[in-house]
């Protein structure tokens, strides 16, 4: 078993129906010039009647299987991050299913949008303690389900969409994986929370029993805004400084896809130019858990990331939860062995 994770294939799924800026303020009171100026977004995909995020997250899966050239019997190990699941006992198990990974264990990691970046360190840890050594880690997430459609607050900012990356043990110099930094702050929960309903049925005489749903997104987006242009460059700068990397070094900066705003403040902080700033918030929003991985997967294809390129990436939303890693992108087949940074 090799000592590095290799991040070899990257694809994404997404719904046909895109719904813009204009649509939505048919629906309630906003309007373009509002989101894009203060978020970027200008369009997001919302999945309709019949699709569910095991049907999204299995495409993307398949997908990566089938761009990594591996078969289904060769993956070890199936992590889903969502916060939105088909079933709460767990949707990876069914993907796993739905691919005939038979030998694959699954399971969801819930880490609302640092969950993408958590789900592929902890991937990371399997395949680096030798217990796997293949890997499909999936970003997935429907928050369509969970916005209230009239709260223009937070209904503009959403987004429905799937992405997975094929990873493997392999030697050091293909290692792609250079390191991480994982955050947490319970404290801080009631920013941004999707919170059991309390509600309840009766039961027995004087007593009743609570009563499963949950409510709708709710967000003090103001807060949640101070938090990720604090946080985000501090995680940033910790995981330079341990990795002993410059900000120069980096090729492209990959960050949840959250607000414009703070993709151009954490760029300008370390003076990172702009075009190596990785964005797709125009036509996607926020989609949470995928966010890192789709951009990934359309910077792949369209030629922007190529094999070997360093990159800084950070999560951060509900939780409160916020990460980073350094990637070096491998690509399909393996990739050139680059040298290490510092
Ligand atoms: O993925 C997890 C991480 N999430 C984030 O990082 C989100 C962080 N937060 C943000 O991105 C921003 O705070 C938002 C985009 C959510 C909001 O932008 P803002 O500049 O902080 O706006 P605000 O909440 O301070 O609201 C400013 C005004 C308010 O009106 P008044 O009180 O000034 O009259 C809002 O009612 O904008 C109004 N407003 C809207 N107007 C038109 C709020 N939402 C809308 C809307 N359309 N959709």
Not at 101 to 124: E, K, N, P, V, Y
Not at 144 to 159: A, E, K, P
Request: net charge negative; hydrophobic share 45%.
């Amino acid at each position: 078993m090799g000592a590095g994770i290799a991040l070899v294939g990257s694809v994404s799924a997404l719904q046909p129906v895109s719904v813009c800026n204009e649509q939505l303020s048919s629906r309630v009171d906003t309007n373009d010039a509002w989101i894009r100026s203060r978020t970027g977004i200008a369009a997001r995909r919302i999945a309709g009647p019949g699709e569910t995020l095991t049907s999204l997250a299995t495409a993307a899966a398949q997908a990566a299987l089938e761009q990594a050239g591996w078969d289904a019997e060769d993956l070890d190990l199936i992590l889903l991050a969502t916060s939105s699941p088909d079933d709460l006992f767990g949707t990876a198990p069914r993907v796993q299913g739905a691919i005939g990974a038979r030998q694959a264990a699954a399971f969801d990691l819930t880490a609302a949008c640092s969950g993408f970046l958590f789900a592929l360190i902890t991937a990371g840890q399997y395949i680096r303690g030798g217990t796997v050594g293949r890997a499909l880690v999936i970003g997935a997430d429907q928050l369509s389900r969970w916005i209230d459609w009239d709260d223009r607050s937070t209904c503009v900012l959403f987004g429905d969409g799937a992405a997975a990356v094929a990873v493997e043990a392999c030697e050091e110099p293909r290692n792609g994986l250079l390191g991480f930094k994982m955050h947490s702050d319970g404290r801080r929960a009631d920013c941004l929370s999707l919170r059991q309903r309390d509600d309840h049925v009766p039961l027995l005489e004087g007593h009743s029993s609570q009563k499963g749903g949950f409510e709708t997104i709710h967000m003090n987006g103001q807060e949640v805004y101070k938090f990720a242009v604090r946080e985000v460059p501090a995680v940033l700068q910790e995981l330079l400084n341990s990795t002993g990397t410059t900000a120069e070094q980096l090729d492209w900066l990959l960050l949840h896809q959250a607000n414009q705003r703070i993709l151009d403040a954490v760029a300008d902080r370390f003076a990172i130019p702009h075009e190596r700033v990785l964005s797709n918030l125009a036509r996607y929003g926020n989609t949470s858990a995928a966010t890192i991985p789709l951009m990934l997967d359309e910077a792949v294809r369209d030629g922007r990331v190529r094999p070997g390129d360093l990159i800084a990436s950070s999560g951060f939303g509900a939780g409160l939860s916020w990460g980073a890693a350094l990637l070096r992108w491998g690509g399909p087949g393996g990739a050139r062995a680059p040298a290490a940074p510092g």
